[in-house]
């Protein structure tokens, strides 16, 4: 059973890659990002203590997106594609547990390498049609601020594990698609 993480900066394309490679490999999609923006679009209560956070384009707290990720791994019986989990290393080290826990581990860590130029060029094209808060210029800037201080270290400790593998994402949809392919059918 495969279980891989999608990593990559806000903007990567970790979204779009998400999506060919759960169907390629019949995967279960988990984003936080979409989790917690359903919350937030349900009107629960936890959506209404997070809107804030990530409109200002913090992370949300550890606790929340491990009880997401928990029952996620728990319903699940297909293999897991994660993607915007973990964001920082405590996260990872969450995730570790819980794989474990569920009697599971880790295939890889396959990361989106882009240009800084390139993800800030790509969200603000994407602000004009996503519709999503947290599409404007201060917000974006400080989503990479997040990433950049908090995120980058976990591509470090599955690097440490051996589990790390960066694919050049910059490119064509089809392109980066294939190398990503090609990587994880060396080690399947
Ligand atoms: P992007 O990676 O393009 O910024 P996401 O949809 O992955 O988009 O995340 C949007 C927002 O959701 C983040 O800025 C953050 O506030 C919140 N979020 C998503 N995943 C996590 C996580 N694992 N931990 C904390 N916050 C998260």
């Not at 400790?157 to 064509?172: A, M, P, Q, R, S």
Request: with cysteine; aromatic share 4%; glycine share 10%.
């Amino acid at each position: 059973m495969l279980n891989i993480v999608i990593f990559g900066a806000p903007g990567a394309g970790k979204g779009t890659q998400s999506e060919r490679l759960v169907e390629k490999y019949h995967l279960t999609h988990i984003s936080t990002g979409d989790l917690l923006r359903k919350e937030i679009a349900d009107g629960t209560e936890l959506g209404k203590r997070i809107k804030g956070i990530m409109d200002a384009g913090n992370l949300v707290g550890d606790d929340i997106v491990t009880e997401m990720i928990d029952n996620a791994i728990a319903k699940d019986d297909k293999g897991i594609l994660f993607d915007g989990f973990p964001r920082n290393v405590a996260q990872a080290e969450t995730l570790d547990k819980l794989l474990e826990k569920h009697g599971r581990k880790l295939t890889c860590m396959v990361s989106l390498d882009v240009p800084r130029e390139e993800l800030v060029r790509r969200m603000l094209e994407r602000a004009k049609i996503s519709g999503r808060s947290d599409d404007n210029e201060t917000t974006i800037m400080n989503r990479l601020k997040e990433y950049e201080a908090k995120t980058l270290p976990v591509a470090a400790y599955y690097e440490k594990k051996g589990l790390h593998i960066k694919v050049n994402g910059y490119g064509t949809i089809d392109d980066i698609f294939s190398s990503i392919v090609n990587e994880i059918e060396k080690i399947k």
